[in-house]
């Protein structure tokens, strides 16, 4: 088998992955880049195979978009209250690797489909990315490595007992896009499992297709999710574009906001976090009394609406959370569906049984029960180097004994900058079964600066997020700027993973949570490295929401301040080099 060298190799062709592999190319036009791709088709969760007709971006149009493509805007009747089916984005990002074009190769044509990457090596400075390319072993060898196999690619299936004899169909929210069920004249009684927006939009379909819907929430498990609906006093688009405020963003008790003034009466000063959890107490209220989980009548009791009620304040985000873009939602599930609060006892033919002594007869059980990182082609000894999760079982006891010893003083730092996450409310804590992501921005290794790691964190917006990620890993696996010491970078880590599990409590333990701080994020990542065109007049840059297009400018900043590499590609008979020279300002 011959091996392949690749100036960089990109694993998944989602988001992330474009945004990484299109800004590398930016700055590297000529270099020769692989993406490696197992679905048949881009986008991750947003691909075409995965997507159907009720499920809805969670953006706005104008949010949900690299910066240098707008998406075109959807029929008018694919839009409900500012955001837009899913099918656009698809067709979106098909239509944008056709038009990102490099040394006379397009992103698409760069992209390997229906690679299963089943192993990454490093061997001195060089990395091996192994894996089944449509039937047949394919090796690549890299001197750089960006891992944007994203949060969403692998089911998390639940372990259900007597699932053997069940004898119907049962299958993960990623299938149900293609799966036929809503057509199929044999299956009437559907049971979703999940609490999140993937079993909602599930539930939901089902109905109107006219099926009969039980909708199953775990007991052992952090509750129902909060989803901000069209009822609300607030829009769906309107939350998220307030929470691109600035100055909204400082609410939110954040290790990435600007340690100012002003951050620091809100955060640290009574009259400060009064206002804070005004602001929260008012956005959960809204929240929760659009769905009147209270005030239906005895029917929709009798099936359970009431089981559907967020257990813990919006602030702390401990459960799932998502917009609900039909305004007929909540009639339609009071009306139509029965909720249990309750676990699954054991499955028999085509019954479930639950532990608090329910049954209930399914022809078919959906499973909107979330995803596990797409790491899997690490082995244990590389997974506990680079700093990603792996099984507490298997992490080396020296390393244990290290991060336990700095997220107790970064807990203690946590506290002291934000005394409101000292006393959380009541709430069922999952238990902790992986060690969290100790990666310095959520991005870089700390021993080794030939990987980066993007995608990895979880947000409101991926396109921005993914367009500011790559933007700092490009400029990280350049070497073109100073990084803090070793011992810094290890207390920041500390620092970020302490934080998360006060801020989001059971979200929070694998350190990689910030659906509400993400503009603090993308600052920062900026502020590190010098760049600053995304920001405009303070008066507008802190009272107006952003949008995509303020990322516009960042490419001709970036080449201005650390220069375009120029030089041609690199012989593919000889391992690339990883120099900067040629570099052209």
């Not at 960006?146 to 169909?169: C, D, Q, W, Y």
């Amino acid at each position: 088998m011959d091996l392949e060298h690749y100036d960089l190799v990109v694993i998944g062709a989602g988001i992330s992955g474009i945004a990484a592999a299109k800004f590398y190319l930016d700055i590297h036009p000529n270099c020769k880049l692989a993406i490696l791709e197992k679905d048949h088709s881009v986008g991750g969760v947003w691909n075409s195979a995965r997507i159907f007709d009720t499920f809805y971006t969670q953006s706005p149009l104008g949010t949900w978009e690299y910066s240098d493509m707008s998406m075109p805007k959807p029929p008018e009747e694919d839009i409900h209250n500012g955001v837009f089916k899913a099918k656009h984005t698809a067709r979106y990002l098909e239509n944008y690797i056709n038009q990102r074009v490099y040394a006379g190769i397009s992103l698409r044509e760069r992209i390997s489909f229906d690679f299963d990457v089943q192993s990454v090596t490093k061997k001195a400075d060089e990395w091996t990315v192994s894996g089944i390319h449509s039937e047949h072993v394919r090796s690549l060898k890299t001197p750089k490595l960006i891992v944007a196999s994203g949060l969403t690619s692998i089911p998390n299936m639940p372990r259900l007992p007597g699932h053997e004899k069940f004898g119907n169909p049962i299958m993960h929210q990623k299938g149900f896009g293609q799966s036929g069920i809503l057509e199929s004249p044999t299956i009437n009684n559907i049971t979703v499992l999940g609490a999140g927006k993937s079993s909602a939009d599930m539930v939901y379909d089902c109905v109107k297709a006219g099926k009969t819907v039980t909708w199953v929430i775990r007991a052992t498990g952090t509750g129902p999710a909060f989803f901000v609906s069209v009822n609300s006093k607030l829009s769906p688009s309107t939350i998220y574009q307030i929470s691109t405020i600035r100055v909204i963003a400082t609410l939110s008790p954040s290790i990435f906001n600007a340690d100012s003034w002003w951050n620091r009466f809100l955060q640290r000063t009574q009259m400060g976090r009064n206002q804070v959890t005004k602001f929260f107490d008012g956005l959960h209220k809204s929240v929760v009394e659009a769905p009147k989980f209270d005030g239906r009548g005895p029917e929709a009791e009798k099936r359970g609406f009431q089981e559907l009620k967020p257990h813990t304040p919006v602030f702390w985000q401990n459960q799932a959370a998502g917009l609900i873009n039909r305004p007929d939602f909540w009639d339609t599930i009071a009306e139509k569906v029965q909720v249990y609060h309750a676990d699954i006892e054991i499955l028999k033919t085509g019954i479930i049984r639950l532990k608090d002594g329910e049954t209930v007869e399914s022809d078919a059980i959906l499973c909107g029960t979330g995803w596990v990182p797409s790491l899997d082609f690490f082995d244990q000894d590389m997974l506990a180097e680079l700093g990603i999760p792996q099984p507490l079982e298997d992490y080396p006891p020296e390393e244990a004994k290290k991060w336990d010893a700095l997220e107790k003083d970064a807990d203690q730092e946590v506290l002291k900058r934000f005394p409101i996450l000292a006393n959380p409310p009541e709430h069922y804590h999952n238990p902790v079964t992986h060690t969290p992501y100790h990666l310095f921005n959520g991005i870089a290794p700390l021993n080794d600066p030939s990987i980066a790691f993007v995608g990895h964190v979880l947000v409101a917006n991926y396109f921005r997020v993914a367009e500011c990620q790559a933007i700092w890993a490009t400029a990280y696996l350049d070497g073109n700027f100073n990084l803090p010491p070793l011992e810094e970078r290890q207390r920041e880590v500390a620092l970020m993973v302490a934080w998360c599990r006060r801020r989001y409590l059971s979200n929070g333990d694998r350190g990689h949570w910030m659906s509400a701080d993400q503009t603090g994020y993308t600052d920062n990542l900026f502020r590190q490295l010098g760049l600053s065109s995304h920001r405009g007049f303070w008066l507008w840059d802190s009272f107006l929401p952003s949008r995509m297009k303020d990322l516009q400018g960042l490419r001709g900043e970036y080449i201005a301040k650390f220069g375009q590499d120029t030089k041609g590609a690199s012989d593919n008979d000889s391992m690339a080099s990883t120099s900067n020279t040629a570099l052209v300002r």
